[in-house]
Structure formats: structure tokens, C-alpha cells
């Protein structure tokens, strides 16, 4: 172990050649060696165009300033970022945000309590409870939507018949301490 490790130490100063074929390496693109191939050994080009060009980029720092010039581009151009709480990006007309219930003008609630949309949902977030009117209709009397289950797929929206529940352009509001929805909200 320590022959080895002398032998490692000695390979790594300046000047050292090993003419045994465990330390020496080829670096040519199609050279084997113990059943490995070096795929991204790329020789080294001798020719005065290239020796030149090199010299210069190290030289010169010619990448440093290019790097420079990108970032100096970068500092006068509009800020692509906005102040999130307090300014709001616009929104895709397809955004499916918060959940609402809406109502008739007359202040009458659309839903009828078909169960659809607690039907549909994937998530099983939404339960509906409902019971009969004088006049033998149905009538919610609690419609409630889990919001740490709810996924914003928007399949209740599309499979309300009466379009009683829509989805507004807020966003959700996951790290809230409420966590049930009770319909509060009403459009």
C-alpha cells in the first residue's frame, strides 16, 4: 500500500514519466485500456493557430469578459421578476384559483344539491348535504370543500348544470390556519 501510494506521489510532480503500462495513459480518442475507453480525450492541437488562440484566451481572459459583458446586458434590461404578495402577474383566462359559490340575482343560491361535483371529484374533497324545500325541492344546507385535498382540476365546474360553482382568479391559500372551506364565499 505505501509502494503505491509513493508511486502515486512521485506521478503527480512535474516531469515524472512512467514507462509501465498501469500508470502511463493514452489519451487518444479510440485508446483502450483495461476494457475502458476514453470517450472525451481530445488531443491537444499543435499547430500555431491553435497554441496562439489558446494563448490569448488565457492571457487575455477573454471568457471572463465576455461573462462581464453578458451580465453588464442583464443589468440595465427591465426586471423580469415582481414582488409577489403585493403585486399580482397576470393571469391565464383558463386559471382555476379559488373556489365560489354563486347565486341567482335574487339572492337565492344556484346549486340544487344534485351531488355532481362531489361525484366527479377525484380527490373526494368536496360533501354536500342537502334537504327537501316546502315546495319539494332540494336546498344545500352545507356545502363544504377540503382545500388540502382539492387538486384544481376544475371537473366540478364542468359538471355543475347550473353553473353554481366557478373557480375565481385567487389563488389558493394553502398555508392559511383555515383549512375547511364552508362556503363563505359567494359571488
Known sequence: MAATLRVLYSASRPGFFVASQNLARSFSVSAQRDGFKYVNAQEIPVDMKSITDRAAQTLLWTELFRGLGMTMSYLFREPATINYPFE?????????????????????????????????????AITIEAETRADGSRRTTRYDIDMTKCIYCGFCQEACPVDAIVEVCLFPQHRQSWIVWVAPLHV
Open 88 to 124: 399580482k402577474g397576470p393571469l391565464s383566462p383558463r386559471f382555476r384559483g379559488e373556489h365560489a359559490l354563486r347565486r341567482y340575482p335574487s339572492g337565492e343560491e344556484r346549486c340544487i344539491a344534485c351531488k355532481l361535483c362531489e361525484a366527479i371529484c377525484p380527490a373526494q
